[in-house]
């Protein structure tokens, strides 16, 4: 349970860019939840998740805590699910209450090269790093994606990876020539270095291993912090950049739909409140009446 909670907390804080206070609250939450039903995470059925929401009810908790407490619920089983951690989803009949989505924040494209240049050195982490962010923004992947890579993946020749993403389900994504470059450097400068036990996972640690979403975040967090950006940027920030650019140059929906992997094209749509944002700030920008 403990190394599950500790996942679902960097998977918050990378891929889902939410504040500290707010990982600390869904925390909370699932804690509460578990110690409650007193059951192991696997075991937990919906019977067990709506006689949780009878009891607050029955307590005089708010509508709103309710919607927050079941919010968090719904994520972190959907985050298990997702990561092959629980085989059967338990909140699939249970009634959300949906709030308004936040729109993410995104780089400019000047920011995300900023990023990535940021990246030069010549060590094995400094390369295994710019292959990392290179895939992050080039192919628009999901952190869990980019971490589950195997050398069997890559197909070089071809120009596309193949990316497991959620549920298991397998997609091919074209590889640009700037990740290309930056894997083909890493594969042949580095990485032999770090594979220590004789690894398929493509990116590794020092002692060999599988690189660690905690591990990642790390890393990044130490670019953010040398380039001092006003505004909050994640390793998630360069798949939401990833789209919006490729919406900003003239791709369809569905073409970002399919690139990142959405099962249903509500998802995607949010990027394109993204590109509204962006037109309106430049017509207020450059237009005589804006």
């Known amino acids: 349970?403990?190394?599950?909670?500790?996942?679902?907390?960097?998977?918050?804080?990378?891929?889902?860019?939410?504040?500290?206070?707010?990982v600390e609250a869904y925390k909370r939450d699932i804690l509460s939840f578990l110690k409650k039903t007193g059951k192991e995470i696997g075991n937990i059925i919906q019977d067990d998740i709506l006689s949780y929401i009878d009891e607050l009810q029955e307590s005089n908790y708010s509508t709103s805590s309710i919607a927050r407490k079941l919010s968090s619920l719904r994520m972190f089983f959907r985050f298990l699910t997702g990561?092959?951690?629980?085989?059967?989803?338990?909140?699939?009949?249970?009634?959300?209450?949906?709030?308004?989505?936040?729109?993410?924040?995104?780089?400019?494209?000047?920011?995300?090269?900023?990023?990535?240049?940021?990246?030069?050195?010549?060590?094995?982490?400094?390369?295994?790093?710019?292959?990392?962010?290179?895939?992050?923004?080039?192919?628009?992947?999901?952190?869990?994606e980019l971490l589950n890579l195997r050398k069997e993946d890559l197909f070089l020749k071809e120009d596309f990876l193949r990316v497991r993403g959620k549920g298991g389900?397998?997609?091919?994504?074209?590889?640009?020539s700037k990740a290309k470059d930056a894997i083909m450097k890493y594969i042949a400068l580095s990485r032999s270095k770090l594979d220590?036990?004789?690894?398929?996972?493509l990116f590794l640690t020092r002692r060999g291993n599988k690189l660690s979403r905690m591990g990642l975040w790390?890393?990044?967090?130490?670019?953010?912090?040398?380039?001092?950006?006003?505004k909050k940027i994640t390793p998630h920030t360069l798949r939401h950049s990833f789209a919006t650019h490729l919406l900003e140059g003239g791709a369809s929906l569905r073409t970002v739909q399919i690139l990142l992997g959405h099962s249903d094209i509500s998802t995607t749509q949010i990027y394109t409140h993204i590109d509204r944002t962006y037109l309106r700030d430049i017509i207020s920008s450059y237009h005589p009446r804006g």
């Open 196 to 201: 220590k036990k004789n690894s398929s996972f």
């Open 83 to 144: 990561e092959g951690l629980i085989e059967k989803f338990p909140l699939s009949n249970v009634e959300s209450i949906r709030s308004k989505r936040k729109l993410p924040n995104v780089l400019s494209a000047d920011e995300a090269s900023q990023l990535i240049e940021s990246v030069n050195g010549k060590s094995s982490y400094s390369q295994r790093d710019r292959a990392i962010l290179e895939l992050l923004y080039g192919c628009g992947l999901r952190v869990s």
């Open 218 to 230: 790390k890393r990044f967090h130490q670019y953010i912090l040398s380039l001092r950006f006003r």
């Open 169 to 176: 389900k397998e997609r091919i994504v074209p590889l640009g």
């Open 1 to 22: 349970m403990e190394k599950a909670i500790k996942e679902f907390t960097y998977y918050l804080q990378a891929e889902r860019e939410l504040s500290s206070n707010t």
